[in-house]
């Protein structure tokens, strides 16, 4: 009988269910930070900088899912809900920790990839004519105005300096902020990151205590189907 677990599969049970009640609720706060960050990433830097925080939503939806399966198998005992969940967190842990890798050893890569894919953009807004360049300038401004900087790496990728470069507010003044926007949103996003990193680092440790009373539950569940 499934539902007359001993002692210790009953505590193996209520250790399963706790670990992923905590991986659960990870996951749903991961996806609130998440959403948070693309709500303010959109209003202050646009679709430049939606890219980590549509990460973070993302992988915090997967965790969310996963937290509720893995719970889900504890409760009605189903071996193979709990196995599957097992097998599909150790995957994810090991993307995690491939990509843990990855972003440690290309963070610095970010402002040299964002700086240029900003002059790109300044270049191609001052080819364009008509509403479709004065709608790239208005976003390219807001960017520029909210994080008080100019250019992708500097005023000088700009031919005439915006006023939005500028503290006075005047188009081709002499003295514009110095500070590139790529290495503005590093700076800004750099706290985030570390935010993020520390809830992943957790989440992860909680993620293995889960796979290992899975994978005993599930293990003391094949036992009473044979009995």
Same mark, same amino acid.
């Given at each position: 009988?499934?539902?007359?677990?001993?002692?210790?599969?009953?505590?193996?049970?209520?250790?399963?269910?706790?670990?992923?009640?905590?991986?659960?609720?990870?996951?749903?706060?991961?996806?609130?930070?998440?959403?948070?960050?693309?709500?303010?990433?959109?209003?202050?830097?646009?679709?430049?900088?939606?890219?980590?925080?549509?990460?973070?939503?993302?992988?915090?939806?997967?965790?969310?899912?996963?937290?509720?399966? #893995? %719970?889900?198998? &504890?409760? +009605? *005992?189903?071996?193979?809900?709990?196995?599957?969940?097992? !097998?599909? =967190?150790? $995957?994810? /842990?090991?993307?995690?920790?491939?990509?843990?890798?990855?972003?440690?050893?290309?963070?610095?890569?970010?402002?040299?990839?964002?700086?240029?894919?900003?002059?790109?953009?300044?270049?191609?807004?001052?080819?364009?004519?008509?509403?479709?360049?004065?709608?790239?300038?208005?976003?390219?401004?807001?960017?520029?105005?909210?994080?008080?900087?100019?250019?992708?790496?500097?005023?000088?990728?700009?031919?005439?300096?915006?006023?939005?470069?500028?503290?006075?507010?005047?188009?081709?003044?002499?003295?514009?902020?110095?500070? #590139? %926007?790529?290495? &503005?949103? +590093? *700076?800004?996003?750099?706290?985030?990151?570390?935010?993020? !990193?520390? =809830?992943? $680092?957790? /989440?992860?440790?909680?993620?293995?205590?889960?796979?290992?009373?899975?994978?005993?539950?599930?293990?003391?569940?094949?036992?009473?189907?044979?009995?």
């Amino acid at each position: 009988d499934l539902m007359g677990l001993s002692c210790g599969g009953s505590c193996l049970k209520c250790l399963v269910m706790f670990f992923n009640s905590i991986v659960f609720i990870g996951g749903g706060i991961c996806t609130g930070f998440g959403i948070y960050l693309l709500v303010k990433a959109n209003q202050s830097a646009g679709a430049v900088a939606l890219t980590l925080p549509g990460f973070i939503t993302g992988f915090g939806s997967l965790i969310f899912v996963l937290g509720f399966l #893995g %719970c889900f198998g &504890a409760c +009605y *005992e189903n071996r193979c809900m709990l196995l599957t969940f097992a !097998g599909v =967190i150790s $995957v994810l /842990i090991v993307s995690e920790f491939i990509c843990g890798i990855l972003i440690f050893v290309y963070r610095h890569k970010f402002v040299e990839y964002a700086a240029e894919g900003l002059r790109h953009q300044i270049e191609y807004s001052e080819t364009l004519t008509g509403s479709e360049g004065t709608d790239l300038k208005k976003a390219l401004d807001k960017i520029q105005e909210e994080l008080n900087c100019c250019g992708g790496n500097g005023p000088s990728d700009w031919t005439v300096v915006p006023a939005s470069c500028c503290s006075n507010g005047k188009k081709g003044c002499k003295t514009p902020h110095t500070i #590139g %926007c790529a290495q &503005a949103m +590093y *700076e800004k996003m750099k706290g985030e990151a570390l935010a993020c !990193g520390i =809830i992943l $680092v957790v /989440i992860c440790l909680l993620q293995i205590g889960a796979i290992i009373c899975a994978c005993c539950l599930a293990n003391k569940l094949k036992g009473y189907e044979k009995v």
